[in-house]
Nanobody, 116 residues
Framework: QVHLVESGGGSVQPGGSLRLSCAAT????????MAWYRRPPGPQGELVAG???????NYADSVMGRFTISRDSAGNTVYLQMNSLKPEDTAVYYC??????????WGQGTQVTGYA
């Protein structure tokens, strides 16, 4: 069983930066994809950014140019560097990983608050 440990959330002024981390522990198979989602108050959750084996990344239009997703060399920790934060980035951010047989695991979520 894979256990995801997220950290790095917090509160920032507009324009500030935060870095989220998500470490996969336990019975970790080779991970084919890692991603961050967020669920702001009210609206449904959205994919923020994803990174795949080989280094391919994708981003939501709303964070393009401000957020950067990366993973460590072992491939079991994913990061989300968030710069130029805006109040509308306020949400609970969730990490998701997919292993090489398609099994998904989710983190517990970490709150990011951008004060207006």
């Amino acid at each position: 069983q894979v256990h995801l440990v997220e950290s790095g959330g917090g509160s920032v002024q507009p324009g500030g930066s935060l870095r989220l981390s998500c470490a996969a522990t336990g019975s970790v198979r080779r991970l084919s994809a890692m991603a961050w989602y967020r669920r702001p108050p009210g609206p449904q959750g959205e994919l923020v950014a994803g990174i795949f084996n080989g280094g391919t990344t994708n981003y939501a239009d709303s964070v393009m140019g401000r957020f950067t997703i990366s993973r460590d060399s072992a491939g079991n920790t994913v990061y989300l560097q968030m710069n130029s934060l805006k109040p509308e980035d306020t949400a609970v951010y969730y990490c998701k990983v997919v292993d090489d047989v398609g099994f998904e695991s989710w983190g517990q979520g970490t709150q990011v608050t951008g004060y207006a």
